[in-house]
C-alpha cells in the first residue's frame, strides 16, 4: 500500500547563556537583545540578536547525543532535548554542549525525571555569598495542584547526615583528578552520557526530529572550564 511520509517540522534552537534560554532572531525584532561572540579559535567574531527566555515548559520528548562540526571546522559534540510541540506545532530544542556543567547537570537529573508529565526547565549561572559559582539546569515538576513545585533530584547523589555521597556509580575523583579537574569531568561527562543511553533513551517513543544545528557559533558559556 503507498503512502506519504508528512514532513517533519523543524524545531526552535534555544542555547544556554548566562543563566537564560537563547533563541537567535534578527536584530529588527523588538524584543531582541544583542550579544558579541567570539569564534574558540579567536578567528571569526560577530554580534548574535536572541530573544532571551528564563524557563521553558513542556514535556520532554526526546533526548539526542550528536556529533557536530561547525563552518571553521571544529568538531562538538551536544546534547540535545526535544521538548514536545506547542499549540502551533512547533518544538523547542534545547541544545547543550554535551561537557558543559549545563549538561551534565540535566543528565545526572535525567533518571529522576517522571518522563511521562511535563517540566519546567531553568538554567541558573549565580555567584554564592561564599564565593563558588553555581552553574546548572533547575527541573521542576507539577505537584498535585498543578503547580511546578516538585524538584526533580541529582540520580547520582544522595546526603547521608551533613554530607553530599556520589551512588549508582557516579565517578569518584582520584587524587590524580584532583590536579586535573577538566579531566575528571569529562569522565564525567562520558558516564552521564553512556548511562543515559544505556538505561533511560530506551523509554522514549518519539522519532528523530529532522532539524539543522545552528553551527556557525560555539557559546563560550557551554565550556565548562
Known amino acids: 500500500m503507498s503512502h506519504a511520509e508528512p514532513l517533519q517540522k523543524k524545531g526552535d534552537y534555544y542555547t544556554i547563556h548566562e543563566g537564560t534560554f537563547r ?26 540578536y536572541e530573544r532571551v527566555f528564563k524557563a521553558i515548559f513542556g514535556k520532554i520528548e526526546n533526548v539526542e547525543f ?84 516538585v524538584k526533580v533530584q541529582n540520580f547520582f547523589s544522595k546526603q547521608e547526615g551533613e554530607k553530599w555521597i556520589s551512588t549508582n556509580g557516579y565517578p569518584t575523583p582520584t587524587a590524580e583528578d584532583m590536579e586535573d579537574w577538566a579531566f575528571f569531568y569529562k569522565k564525567v561527562s562520558k558516564f552521564l552520557t553512556s548511562y543515559a543511553k544505556e538505561n533511560v533513551l530506551q523509554s522514549f517513543s518519539a522519532k528523530t526530529v529532522a532539524v539543522e544545528y545552528p553551527s556557525d557559533e560555539i557559546d563560550a558559556s557551554q565550556i565548562p572550564f
Open 66 to 149: 550528536k556529533e557536530n562540526q561547525s563552518s571553521d571546522g571544529s568538531k562538538f559534540r551536544t546534547v540535545n532535548i526535544v521538548m514536545d510541540e506547542n499549540e502551533d506545532g512547533e518544538r523547542a530544542i534545547i541544545s547543550l554542549g554535551a561537557d558543559s556543567r549545563y549538561a551534565n547537570d540535566f543528565l545526572s537529573r535525567l533518571p529522576s525525571l517522571d518522563l511521562t508529565k511535563e517540566v519546567r526547565l531553568m538554567p541558573y549561572d549565580f555567584d554564592t555569598e561564599d564565593g563558588k559559582h553555581k552553574t546548572g539546569i533547575s527541573i521542576n515538576q507539577r505537584d498535585d495542584n498543578g503547580e511546578f513545585t
Open 23 to 48: 533563541l537567535p532572531t534578527t536584530e529588527s525584532d523588538r524584543e531582541a537583545v544583542a550579544r558579541e561572540w567570539k569564534s574558540p579559535k579567536g578567528d571569526r567574531s560577530g554580534t548574535k
